[in-house]
Nanobody, 124 residues
Framework: QVQLVESGGGLVQAGGSLRLSCAAS????????MAWFRQAPGKEREFVAA????????DYADSVKGRFTVSRDNAKNTVYLQMNNLKPEDTAVYYC?????????????????WGKGTLVTVSA
């Protein structure tokens, strides 16, 4: 079992930055695909970013490309999501997810482990 705990959310003005953290426990996630999803009120959960341990390859939703960066620190068993130039439409609960293996998916049902989420609110 893998337990995931997100932190770093909060209220920020448009154009600002936040860094989300996802601390994993229970197992080392160095051989897991780690992903971030978000869910805004009344909307479906959507893919934000993913990071594979193979070559540290990454993938991003078009809406966040160039603004968000996903990274990992295997020594700390932690994954990060650096979010720059935030926009009001980025407001959502952000979830960390994990799946054993090297292939990432943009569909949330493919992931086995989830955190409880952290709220990001971007004011105009």
């Amino acid at each position: 079992q893998v337990q995931l705990v997100e932190s770093g959310g909060g209220l920020v003005q448009a154009g600002g930055s936040l860094r989300l953290s996802c601390a994993a426990s229970g197992r080392t996630v160095s051989r897991y695909v780690m992903a971030w999803f978000r869910q805004a009120p009344g909307k479906e959960r959507e893919f934000v970013a993913a990071l594979s341990w193979v070559g540290d390859s990454t993938d991003y939703a078009d809406s966040v490309k160039g603004r968000f960066t996903v990274s990992r620190d295997n020594a700390k068993n932690t994954v990060y999501l650096q979010m720059n130039n935030l926009k009001p439409e980025d407001t959502a609960v952000y979830y960390c997810a994990a799946k054993y293996g090297s292939v990432w998916w943009t569909t949330y049902t493919r992931y086995d482990y989830w955190g409880k989420g952290t709220l990001v609110t971007v004011s105009a």
